[in-house]
């Protein structure tokens, strides 16, 4: 699951690439794991709607895959977050300079 992160007014802001879930953080660190729960409560609300997981979330706008694409660096977590359902290895988050 790709996702670009950046920072704006202070605050990191979280985007989904495949499926457009967007969260922030406070701390740059905390990035993988806001996205992660994120991740995680769609997913919930997808399986109580009885869809499948994410099922009817579309992609997000094309400007956030660009920014992924042109993004040089990568922020992965360093221990798995907790479930399954997203390990570590399936989190590809970038940073972005900016929106």
Not at 64 to 90: K, N, T, Y
Request: glycine fraction near 6%.
């Amino acid at each position: 699951m790709r996702a670009v992160a950046f920072e704006e007014d202070g605050v990191w802001v979280v985007q989904g690439i495949e499926y457009d879930i967007c969260t922030h953080a406070k701390e740059a660190a905390e990035v993988p794991q806001a996205f992660y729960r994120a991740v995680i409560e769609n997913i919930c609300i997808t399986q109580h709607l009885g869809r499948r997981p994410l099922e009817g979330i579309k992609p997000a706008p094309k400007r956030f895959r660009e920014m992924f694409e042109r993004a040089e660096s990568r922020l992965m977590p360093v221990h798995e977050l907790g479930s399954p359902e997203l390990p570590r290895a399936d989190m590809d988050i970038r940073l972005a300079e900016h929106a």
